[in-house]
């Protein structure tokens, strides 16, 4: 069974640093591409960062402070988040899709996590 599991989300100041983590069972990251989304409250979800199976990185709405990696041997995919803002608050989803080129958008992702509260004030 595929799943992805989030886990670091938590209350920071502003100017605070958060590394999330989506840990993968049932599949293999490499052959995926896999993003971070978040939503909140009142808002559509969107597309933070996002890695494609070759690599490559998309970072559409937090460039220069998130920054998205891969760990193959552990299976699991980070966001690494700096210089937080208030605007920053949101469950912050994992998202993998099996599509070779998927744009960082949460129609183009097929399995998702459960989601990570990350809350920004002070």
């Known amino acids: 069974q595929l799943q992805l599991v989030e886990s670091g989300g938590d209350l920071v100041q502003p100017g605070g640093s958060l590394r999330l983590s989506c840990a993968a069972s049932g599949f293999t990251l490499t052959y995926y591409a896999i993003g971070w989304f978040r939503q909140a409250p009142g808002k559509e979800r969107e597309g933070v960062s996002c890695m494609l199976s070759s690599g490559g990185s998309i970072t559409d709405s937090v460039k220069g402070r998130f920054t998205i990696s891969r760990d193959n041997a552990k299976n699991t995919v980070y966001l690494q988040m700096n210089s937080l803002k208030p605007e920053d608050t949101a469950v912050y989803y994992c998202?993998?899709?099996?599509?070779?080129?998927?744009?960082?958008?949460?129609?183009?992702?097929?399995?998702w996590g459960q989601g990570t509260q990350v809350t920004v004030s002070s």
């Open positions: 998202a993998a899709t099996y599509r070779v080129q998927a744009a960082c958008v949460p129609s183009e992702y097929t399995y």
